[in-house]
């Protein structure tokens, strides 16, 4: 077979040299200039007046090592409600939003609520949907009350679920009626069309935003410590006030951008991969 | 017995009468084409014949059943009617063997191994097999028509409607999909089909009905309907037709 190998010609090879040169030239001057403005930032906050001052108390190295516990325990907690919370209102998300398509005037008092539901939750800020909830019903005394937490956790469901059902409203308008009257053609009902045909093309199509707001979310489950459960910044809020030093939030704040890198990294990946796909690829 | 009767049938789009009192005759093994100007309303019949649409007026009555009646299940109905679009419409996110084997699974209840057999037999056929597990954006535009119509024909239908199936095609794909029409009509399948191409019309239908202003104007063999039309309206389209190059 290497007789048939193709030969680049001199001309491609001069190509493909110059396209060489010219890759070395570019790390090269990105290396550079990276570490042009690294220098110069260092230099700028490490020469402020105030450096000192503000060194001590953001990023004292053994108050770190102290609130680490606490923090990371809070972060546990963080990381429990993000997985419930996302996975249940990205399921709220959904039946609303196919509750939102039904037609038929037999469906009218559903498609109602289903609106005022994503009205209503799109427009309430989460704090208040909170205090509600964690506060206002365990005043009712009923009983067998949830726990603080689980309240706090629906109230996150609840808001975030409004947002989620009209992405998923979106992605399920997005897709063009010929694929309805193809799968309805083909005798599938219309639950059938919407499960095997609709939902599988629209979840795809929308879930670089889904996943969006799941990373928003990510940082909203802290506050339910508004109520009393104890995250990672509320548990780094007490260490600061027991030690008059800031440093456990910028832990806490180290802490969630690591635990938000791969959530990120994976929508990212997901938006390239859907783009690609969109593009014919 | 006919295999399908359209009788007065009338559909509107707000102030705009797209079908106006037609009549229509299919009988069993029979292939009619359909042809006309565009916006004659040949695919508003075709839609209408499938349930897609609802009729203003008229009757549709398929196998002696009137599947114009809206008690009717027209679930049912579809699944005894194959129909093919001019854009193809295969479903983007599942394979070639997965579209096809959708219908017959779903709505027929087939066991996935009796179905994808059945369903590798047919592409097989017309020399599809080895695309079974593509999905449709890595196939040419004939290809993915080809699967379209095995899909419509997975589902054993008794009829098949085929709109304008070679438009969208470049011209040197369109004679692989005329060709497995030309097969179906071998097989005794029974088909109504709107096209523009007129030299497939004289070739393969049995029955030519120009439709314009709503109506069936002209219908019978394709020899006397583009040979010898006895109405002013059909003669000036394929005047037209003729000048445009087409026939
Ligand atoms: N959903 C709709 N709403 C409003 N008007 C429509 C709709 N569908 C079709 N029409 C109109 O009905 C008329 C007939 O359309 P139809 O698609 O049936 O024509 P056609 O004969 O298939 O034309 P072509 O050869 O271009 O495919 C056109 O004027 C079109 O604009
Ligand atoms: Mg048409």
Redesign the pocket.
């Given at each position: 077979m290497s007789l048939l190998r193709h030969v680049p010609s001199p001309a491609q090879q001069r190509r493909a040299e110059h396209r060489r040169r010219q890759g070395v030239r570019s790390v090269l001057v990105a290396a550079c200039s990276t570490a042009a403005l690294g220098t110069l930032l260092v230099l700028a906050v490490t020469g402020a007046p105030g450096w000192d001052r503000v060194r001590e108390s953001f990023l004292d190295p053994a108050i770190a090592r102290d609130a680490l516990p606490a923090v990371l325990t809070g972060l546990w907690l963080n990381v429990r409600l993000l997985v419930c919370c996302a996975a249940g209102a990205l399921l709220l998300g959904l039946v609303i939003a196919l509750l939102r398509t039904l037609r038929g005037p037999a469906f009218f008092p559903i498609r109602a609520l289903a609106a005022g539901y994503t009205y209503t939750f799109r427009g309430l800020p989460l704090i208040i949907v909170l205090y509600v909830l964690t506060l206002g019903v365990p005043g009712l005394r009923l009983q067998g009350m949830p726990p603080v937490l689980v309240l706090g956790g629906l109230a996150l469901v609840l808001t975030y679920g409004g947002y989620l059902a009209e992405v998923f409203r979106a992605g399920i308008e997005s897709i063009h009626p010929s694929q309805l009257a193809a799968a309805r053609s083909l005798g599938l009902t219309y639950r059938q069309t919407m499960r095997h045909v609709v939902l599988p093309q629209a979840v795809r199509r929308v879930a670089p935003p889904l996943l969006n707001d799941v990373v928003a979310l990510q940082k909203d489950v802290g506050l339910v410590s508004l109520a009393g459960p104890i995250d990672a910044v509320r548990a780094a809020q007490i260490a600061t006030a027991e030690t008059f030093n800031y440093t456990p939030y910028i832990l806490a704040g180290a802490l969630f951008v690591l635990l938000a890198i791969p959530l990120i990294a994976v929508t990212d990946w997901v938006t390239l991969r859907s783009a690609r796909r969109q593009s014919g690829g | 017995m006919a295999l399908l009767t359209c009788r007065g049938l009338r559909?509107e789009?707000?102030d705009?009468v797209?079908?106006d009192h037609l009549d229509l005759t299919v009988e069993e093994h029979q292939v009619v084409a359909?042809i006309?100007?565009?916006?004659?309303?040949?695919?508003?019949?075709?839609?209408c014949v499938n349930l897609l649409?609802e009729l203003d007026d008229g009757v549709i009555e398929l196998d002696g059943e009137e599947i114009s009646d809206p008690r009717v299940d027209p679930d049912r109905v579809r699944r005894r009617i194959g129909m093919v679009f001019?854009s193809y419409n295969l479903f983007p996110h599942l394979t070639v063997l997965e579209n096809v084997t959708l219908a017959p699974r779903r709505v027929h209840r087939r066991a996935r191994a009796e179905a994808e057999a059945q369903a590798r037999e047919l592409l097989d056929r017309v020399g599809l097999a080895g695309k079974a597990t593509a999905y449709p954006d890595r196939l040419s535009g004939g290809q993915q028509q080809r699967v379209a119509i095995v899909r419509a024909l997975a589902n054993q239908p008794r009829l098949m409607l085929l709109?304008?199936v070679t438009?969208a095609l470049d011209p040197e794909l369109v004679g692989e999909v005329l060709s497995m029409i030309r097969d179906l009509k071998t097989d005794g399948m029974t088909m109504v089909l709107?096209t523009?191409e007129m030299g497939f019309a004289r070739e393969v239908a049995d029955q030519v009905c120009f439709?314009d202003g709503g109506r069936v104007v002209e219908a019978g063999p394709p020899e006397q309907v583009l040979g010898e039309p006895t109405q002013p309206r059909t003669r000036q389209f394929l005047r037209r037709i003729i000048e445009a190059g087409r026939l």
């Amino acid at each position: 077979m290497s007789l048939l190998r193709h030969v680049p010609s001199p001309a491609q090879q001069r190509r493909a040299e110059h396209r060489r040169r010219q890759g070395v030239r570019s790390v090269l001057v990105a290396a550079c200039s990276t570490a042009a403005l690294g220098t110069l930032l260092v230099l700028a906050v490490t020469g402020a007046p105030g450096w000192d001052r503000v060194r001590e108390s953001f990023l004292d190295p053994a108050i770190a090592r102290d609130a680490l516990p606490a923090v990371l325990t809070g972060l546990w907690l963080n990381v429990r409600l993000l997985v419930c919370c996302a996975a249940g209102a990205l399921l709220l998300g959904l039946v609303i939003a196919l509750l939102r398509t039904l037609r038929g005037p037999a469906f009218f008092p559903i498609r109602a609520l289903a609106a005022g539901y994503t009205y209503t939750f799109r427009g309430l800020p989460l704090i208040i949907v909170l205090y509600v909830l964690t506060l206002g019903v365990p005043g009712l005394r009923l009983q067998g009350m949830p726990p603080v937490l689980v309240l706090g956790g629906l109230a996150l469901v609840l808001t975030y679920g409004g947002y989620l059902a009209e992405v998923f409203r979106a992605g399920i308008e997005s897709i063009h009626p010929s694929q309805l009257a193809a799968a309805r053609s083909l005798g599938l009902t219309y639950r059938q069309t919407m499960r095997h045909v609709v939902l599988p093309q629209a979840v795809r199509r929308v879930a670089p935003p889904l996943l969006n707001d799941v990373v928003a979310l990510q940082k909203d489950v802290g506050l339910v410590s508004l109520a009393g459960p104890i995250d990672a910044v509320r548990a780094a809020q007490i260490a600061t006030a027991e030690t008059f030093n800031y440093t456990p939030y910028i832990l806490a704040g180290a802490l969630f951008v690591l635990l938000a890198i791969p959530l990120i990294a994976v929508t990212d990946w997901v938006t390239l991969r859907s783009a690609r796909r969109q593009s014919g690829g | 017995m006919a295999l399908l009767t359209c009788r007065g049938l009338r559909k509107e789009f707000g102030d705009h009468v797209v079908l106006d009192h037609l009549d229509l005759t299919v009988e069993e093994h029979q292939v009619v084409a359909l042809i006309g100007a565009s916006g004659s309303g040949k695919s508003t019949l075709l839609r209408c014949v499938n349930l897609l649409e609802e009729l203003d007026d008229g009757v549709i009555e398929l196998d002696g059943e009137e599947i114009s009646d809206p008690r009717v299940d027209p679930d049912r109905v579809r699944r005894r009617i194959g129909m093919v679009f001019q854009s193809y419409n295969l479903f983007p996110h599942l394979t070639v063997l997965e579209n096809v084997t959708l219908a017959p699974r779903r709505v027929h209840r087939r066991a996935r191994a009796e179905a994808e057999a059945q369903a590798r037999e047919l592409l097989d056929r017309v020399g599809l097999a080895g695309k079974a597990t593509a999905y449709p954006d890595r196939l040419s535009g004939g290809q993915q028509q080809r699967v379209a119509i095995v899909r419509a024909l997975a589902n054993q239908p008794r009829l098949m409607l085929l709109d304008e199936v070679t438009s969208a095609l470049d011209p040197e794909l369109v004679g692989e999909v005329l060709s497995m029409i030309r097969d179906l009509k071998t097989d005794g399948m029974t088909m109504v089909l709107a096209t523009h191409e007129m030299g497939f019309a004289r070739e393969v239908a049995d029955q030519v009905c120009f439709l314009d202003g709503g109506r069936v104007v002209e219908a019978g063999p394709p020899e006397q309907v583009l040979g010898e039309p006895t109405q002013p309206r059909t003669r000036q389209f394929l005047r037209r037709i003729i000048e445009a190059g087409r026939l």
